[in-house]
């Protein structure tokens, strides 16, 4: 392994995803969608603790009690730690599934949707309002990261090999005039989890090539990383000062050659890039 990244959780995840830094808790927690199962990785003491949920977690926002928000299944739903349970709160209209999310810096929970055949368009992100769900961008084929700048004024969202910049009313959570930013080739693999980092800076991880690339705000591509798995899946800032960068992997479709060639798909990685993340609102609903 590169001596840049550090093993956490040697879990072989079918499709680990959707970390998220929680400060007051010290850990990490994050998801393997298909095994629907949440983790909690302790920082201090390095424990994953793996709960099972009724049904299929793919984003995770913090709320201001210290509990979670979700996109699952087909709509948002509360998290009950304590009996492992989802509570549904609104659903949305369309898509198959729910797909990525996070909130942004006014603290509103936004998450996206997919098909299962990605079919052209039929997606949309939707902002969580109190108990309902508004229609933030139509269009969509198929979503794989959301993110917003520093200052709010950004926001990021992957579709297929594309990742969209739009203009973004963070008190208003509207966006608008959406355009391509980065267009990724083939060969850089498939952009999927995004983090922002202090600078306004986007990281990136590529599934299926290992590498993570970071963007300047100009969309020039300014630095490429490589994890020591193919199948990078997500990533986000954490630890005391933001330093660190939690790297989540998959591992669906892996047979035992594959596992030989590529021992650490679907583990828990952290490295740190030499940039700090931003502090993430929790979730101002009720």
Request: hydrophobic share 40%; with cysteine; proline share 6%.
């Given at each position: 392994m590169s001596e840049d990244f550090e093993l956490l959780v040697d879990r072989q995840a079918l499709c680990g995803s959707a970390p998220l830094w929680m400060s007051a808790q010290n850990c990490v927690y994050w998801v393997d969608l298909l095994r629907r199962e949440l983790h909690t990785f302790y920082r201090d003491t390095g424990v994953d603790e793996v709960r099972v949920l009724p049904g299929k977690v793919t984003a995770l926002g913090a709320t201001r009690q210290g509990q979670l928000i979700a996109a699952a299944n087909g709509g948002f739903s509360r998290v009950h730690l304590g009996r492992s349970g989802l509570e549904p709160v609104v659903q949305v209209r369309n898509g198959d599934r729910m797909s990525i999310g996070g909130c942004d810096?006014?603290?509103?929970?936004?998450?996206?949707?997919?098909?299962?055949?990605?079919?052209?368009?039929?997606?949309?992100?939707?902002?969580?309002?109190?108990?309902?769900?508004?229609?933030?961008?139509?269009?969509?084929?198929?979503?794989?990261?959301?993110?917003?700048?520093?200052?709010?004024?950004?926001?990021?969202?992957?579709?297929?090999?594309?990742?969209?910049?739009?203009?973004?009313?963070?008190?208003?959570?509207?966006?608008?005039?959406?355009?391509?930013?980065?267009?990724?080739?083939?060969?850089?693999?498939?952009?999927?989890?995004?983090?922002?980092?202090?600078?306004?800076?986007?990281?990136?991880?590529?599934?299926?090539?290992?590498?993570?690339?970071?963007?300047?705000?100009?969309?020039?591509?300014?630095?490429?990383?490589?994890?020591?798995?193919?199948?990078?899946?997500?990533?986000?800032?954490?630890?005391?000062?933001?330093?660190?960068?939690?790297?989540?992997?998959?591992?669906?479709?892996?047979?035992?050659?594959?596992?030989?060639?590529?021992?650490?798909?679907?583990?828990l990685l952290r490295f740190r890039p030499g940039a700090t993340g931003t502090p993430l609102p929790p979730w101002q609903g009720i």
């Open positions: 810096p006014a603290g509103r929970f936004v998450a996206c949707t997919l098909t299962h055949a990605s079919d052209l368009r039929a997606s949309g992100c939707y902002v969580l309002e109190s108990n309902r769900a508004r229609l933030l961008i139509d269009g969509l084929t198929g979503p794989g990261g959301v993110a917003w700048s520093p200052d709010g004024t950004r926001m990021y969202v992957v579709d297929v090999r594309t990742i969209w910049i739009y203009d973004y009313d963070p008190q208003r959570a509207r966006a608008y005039a959406g355009r391509k930013w980065v267009v990724c080739a083939e060969s850089d693999g498939i952009p999927e989890g995004l983090a922002v980092d202090s600078e306004g800076c986007v990281w990136v991880a590529m599934h299926w090539t290992g590498r993570i690339h970071r963007y300047a705000p100009s969309g020039d591509l300014e630095t490429i990383l490589w994890a020591p798995t193919r199948r990078v899946s997500g990533l986000a800032f954490g630890g005391s000062r933001l330093e660190e960068l939690y790297v989540t992997s998959a591992c669906f479709g892996y047979d035992e050659p594959a596992f030989n060639a590529d021992p650490y798909a679907g583990s």
